[in-house]
């Protein structure tokens, strides 16, 4: 599938319906159970967890945070994501969002090259063999893209593997200021998602399976004009409401 943003870019790939919902902690359990009677968990979750780290990176006029808000349907927002606060899998992330669809590129960077990027150091990204970091380069210098705002959460997948589909529970959702250590497992947080509340998505890339439409919540709160992102921007920079 191909996607053009404006006369400039172009993305390929195959994009993803995503789907978000806030449920209570009873709701968690309860389909907790059922998912794991018909899915599988992810093998890379220790004892059916694991904990995500991303540093979410936006341009000198905040537009990720803003086009967000503001509803613009074709949208894309840079990160850095590490698993369980290890250093051995760093990724480089650009999530492109279309209405309720979305797709991602990723790129393998080192411990090396991340503390390069933190420093603005961004002459290596030029010269890197995968295209995203390329692009990303750009993105540095001509829109004085800079990290924002560090979110945490502890994520719970489920897996099945007709039509792709993926379940998370994501718990614990946190926010941290951008210039911490990003790879201190006690790194001080602040708490974004409201006490009692999981944050439940689900990913399916070919059909979602009837069975597992049939025990979604039919009255589960769907809160597509959110993200953890925007969540925790506005938790740490004191945001209540919009300005454009």
């Known amino acids: 599938m191909k996607i053009r943003e ?12 995503e789907w978000k919902y806030y449920i209570s902690l009873w709701e968690c359990q ?10 599988e968990l992810d093998p890379h979750a220790q004892n059916g967890i694991y904990m995500i780290r991303s540093l979410y990176f936006d341009d000198y006029w905040n ?3 803003n086009e967000k808000m503001a509803g613009v349907d074709f949208r894309k927002k840079y990160r850095i994501r590490i698993y369980n606060c290890q250093d051995s899998h760093i990724k480089l992330e650009r999530k492109i969002k279309l209405s309720n669809y979305i797709h991602k590129d990723s790129a393998s960077i080192t411990r090396q090259e991340f503390d390069w990027i933190t420093e603005g150091r961004y002459d ?7 295209r995203l970091c390329q692009e990303f380069y750009y993105e540095c210098i001509a829109n004085a893209l800079r990290p924002k705002v560090i979110v945490d959460y502890d994520r719970e997948p489920f897996i099945l593997k007709e039509g792709d589909v993926r379940i998370t529970f994501d718990s614990n959702v946190r926010a941290a200021v951008p210039d911490a250590d990003f790879f201190d497992p006690d790194l001080p947080s602040y708490e ?25 919540p039919p009255d589960g709160d769907e809160f597509s004009a959110i993200s953890k992102y925007t969540m ?4 740490l920079y004191h945001r209540t409401e919009h300005y454009l």
């Open 124 to 130: 290596f990204l030029l010269r890197h063999k995968n």
């Open 30 to 39: 309860a389909l907790r159970e059922r998912f794991s009677n018909m899915m």
């Open 63 to 65: 537009s990720a945070y």
């Open 232 to 235: 925790c921007y506005e938790r």
């Open 6 to 17: 404006d006369g400039r870019n172009k993305y390929y790939g195959t994009f993803r319906n």
């Open 192 to 216: 974004v998602v409201p006490f009692g509340k999981t944050v439940m998505e689900v990913k399916f890339t070919e059909f979602l399976p009837q069975f597992i439409r049939d025990i979604l």
